[in-house]
């Protein structure tokens, strides 16, 4: 919340209960979150104690699905599980450059690549003493012909 927001709040609560009876409710409310935060601090002792000793350092809040999954899968930081090398093996980003530049017309890495590289997969051309073929050229983009 922001502070114009906890402003307001204030406001609103001064204007419904009246300055005379505000100390009063704000006891009633402060007891109740104190009783509310006791209730829950017992119920996790509860669950503790029915779990058995292995689970006495449990936190209920490790049982949340991206937190168990940060601290038990990637260890906190990532732990050699290779997350990282997936993440970005996934990442469509490069090949939608790629294409994007194919279609642009605009050799990429990967185009210039090609062109350097015949089908047999030597470098610099495929027949001896034969010059190497030329990249193939780009056809302007039309969108209107589309």
């Known amino acids: 919340m922001s502070p114009l927001d906890l402003l307001v709040l204030a406001i609103m609560i001064i ?5 005379d009876k505000l100390p009063e409710v704000v ?3 402060t007891g109740f979150l104190r009783k509310v935060r006791e209730f829950s601090e017992a119920a996790e002792e509860d669950v503790r104690s029915e779990l058995g000793p292995e689970f006495k350092d449990l936190e209920l809040e490790d049982l949340h699905p991206k937190t168990f999954v ?3 899968l990637l260890g906190g930081e990532g732990d050699g599980l290779g997350i990282e090398e997936i993440r970005s093996a996934l990442d469509p980003r490069a ?32 027949a001896r ?15 209107d012909a589309t």
Not at 111 to 121: C, F, K, L, S, V
Not at 129 to 143: V, W
């Open 95 to 126: 090949e939608l450059a790629e294409l994007a530049d194919a279609v642009n017309g605009e050799p990429g890495e990967s185009t210039e690549r090609a062109a350097r590289t015949d089908p047999t997969g030597r470098a610099g051309g495929g």
């Open 15 to 19: 204007l419904l209960f009246g300055p």
């Open 27 to 29: 006891q009633k409310v």
């Open 70 to 72: 940060r601290k038990h």
């Open 129 to 143: 003493g034969a010059a190497s073929p030329e990249p193939p050229t780009a056809h302007a983009y039309d969108p």
